[in-house]
């Protein structure tokens, strides 16, 4: 067989690693340990020039499937991983034909559930990580998609200004429509319940989940946080046609959930006292989209609302009022007077603790205590130094923090 390579532009060295090895045999040299959850297939990570691979063996014609989904699941701007290849054609070097592997980009600074839910793990911890998945699974049905095999194992986690988000991981089973039908994604959330609340006993079992987490309650409670979010984003709102400010009032709740609002639609019978309006919600990603024209910052939709508010309050108090000074102009000045600092600032070697973003938002939280014990506000360069020395250090580093021991399976 001819080894084919099917790759979005990204390193030419992938071409040379060793396909004519079966994956679970390639040299240690050529890998990384990162944290991983179980699967149902070996996976591999490896380093290229500063950039980290997941490597997926894959039965069949799944790889080319599953790629074709992300790429299509990355136009869409939906919260999955990044296909990068898809190699099959392999054969082993006394000719034995090896199966397809799928590539995509490691997401920096991820973490899979089992290095989450553990025995150490805060209740409050686990409510914020069922909001990041119930959020995830709306994201993916408003867009269309159909996982069919919603799961903790096939989701990653990434910090968000005290928050997590949600990414999928597996698109193997997962089906692309125009739009899903009402029985469509009640399959998924009945898929989600039981592989859900699976995971969660199989850690209880094993003594590794925190005793406040109930499997039962816990897999219950991501259906009824999607239910509420999908009725908030998708139900019509019936008002009179004078009380155009409840119109308003809906299109800023959306928008701090993170959505924007591409058109309403308003229906009326003649005569009546009231008017059906609904709102079409596209793209989620309404602040962090807001920060990224003003500042280039590309993070996560908690950490963009918690910076904006930072730069907020910082044109208040630069700006002097009358003062016409456009928004792009503050947003710039407010990059290399406050944020830029901070950064630079931590260490080298502490950098890579958490992302960029997430440091920024917990000197914010740390700035607050600190003004709050003082009585008066101690200031970025005080709070950040205090920030270094007595949280950051003591900080794992999660790109490399193994947590609890990860099972596998070849299948």
Excluded at 271 to 283: C, L, N
Aim: charged content about 30%.
């Amino acid at each position: 067989m001819v080894l084919q390579v099917t790759a979005a532009p990204d390193d030419p060295d992938l071409l040379f690693l060793p396909w004519d090895v079966p994956l679970e045999d390639w040299p240690a040299d050529r890998l990384v340990t990162l944290p991983r959850g179980i699967s149902r297939h070996v996976v591999r990570f490896v380093r290229l020039h500063g950039r980290v691979y997941a490597v997926k063996e894959v039965h069949g014609r799944l790889a080319r499937r599953e790629y074709g989904l992300l790429r299509d699941l990355d136009r869409l701007g939906a919260p999955a991983v990044d296909a990068v290849a898809v190699v099959d054609g392999r054969t082993s070097r006394t000719g034995e034909e090896l199966e397809p592997a799928l590539v995509t980009r490691h997401l920096q600074f991820s973490l899979p559930y089992r290095a989450l839910f553990s025995s150490t793990l805060r209740p409050d911890t686990a409510s914020r990580l069922l909001d990041a998945l119930s959020l995830l699974l709306v994201r993916l049905h408003l867009t269309g998609f159909a996982w069919n095999d919603c799961s903790l194992s096939n989701t990653l986690f990434r910090r968000d200004a005290g928050a997590f988000a949600a990414y999928l991981v597996d698109a193997e089973t997962g089906e692309l429509h125009p739009t899903l039908s009402r029985g469509q994604r009640e399959y998924d959330l009945d898929l989600a319940r039981t592989n859900i609340y699976g995971e969660l006993a199989d850690l209880e079992a094993g003594g590794m989940l925190h005793e406040s987490v109930d499997a039962v309650h816990t897999a219950e409670a991501v259906v009824r946080r999607y239910q509420r979010l999908w009725d908030e984003l998708t139900e019509p709102l019936e008002v009179s046609p004078g009380s155009r400010y409840l119109v308003d009032a809906q299109i800023r709740r959306l928008n701090d959930l993170g959505f924007d609002v591409a058109e309403l639609e308003v229906v009326g019978e003649p005569g009546a006292s009231t008017i059906r309006v609904q709102p079409k919600v596209v793209d989620a990603g309404h602040h962090s989209r807001r920060l990224l024209r003003l500042t280039g910052l590309d993070v996560e939709e908690n950490q963009a609302r918690r910076l904006l508010n930072d730069l907020d309050t910082y044109r208040a108090a630069a700006v002097m009022p009358g003062t016409d000074v456009d928004e792009e102009t503050v947003a710039r000045h407010w990059l290399a007077d406050v944020f830029e600092p901070v950064i630079e600032r931590i260490p080298p070697e502490l950098r890579g603790r958490l992302e960029p973003a997430e440091i920024f938002h917990e000197v914010l939280v740390h700035r607050w205590f600190l003004s709050e014990a003082a009585g008066h506000d101690v200031g970025m360069d005080a709070a950040t130094a205090s920030y270094v020395e007595n949280v950051l250090k003591f900080r794992p580093d999660e790109r490399a923090i193994l947590g609890t021991p990860m099972r596998r399976s070849t299948d």
